[in-house]
């Protein structure tokens, strides 16, 4: 299984942005997909992660500003990210992990990452 992010690019403070990332086949059946970031100099953090039925959790350093959705049919998963602030540039991975994944350590399967540059 290889996960392909795109999307990132460089926005202006308070700008949007829609990350897109594809996995090519699946390891585990209804598997949990996230999306994750590490800023330079700083360890990677949870954004969203989205059980198989769509369940959401996100980061508390995102929530209500960015919104996390899949498409099972196209094993795909998307992030929304809105009023996007200097302390959003990082580079964002997403990721795959079997039914049930809580933790950035529960996931196996990385994709490269695509980096997001906020800065005006």
């Known amino acids: 299984v290889q996960l392909q992010a795109s999307g990132g690019g460089l926005v202006q403070p308070g700008d949007s942005l829609r990350l897109s990332c594809v996995a090519s086949g699946r390891t585990f059946s209804h598997p949990a997909m996230g999306w994750f970031r590490q800023a330079p100099g700083k360890e990677r953090e949870i954004v969203a992660i989205v059980s198989w039925n769509g369940d959401t959790r996100y980061g508390d350093s995102v929530s209500g500003r960015f919104r996390a959705s899949r498409d099972n049919g196209k094993n795909t998963i998307y992030l929304q990210s809105d009023s996007l602030k200097t302390e959003d540039t990082a580079v964002y991975y997403c990721?795959?992990?079997?039914?049930?994944?809580?933790?950035?350590?529960?996931?196996?399967?990385w994709g490269q990452g695509t980096l997001v540059t906020v800065s005006s």
């Open positions: 990721a795959e992990g079997p039914p049930g994944s809580t933790r950035m350590g529960d996931f196996r399967r």
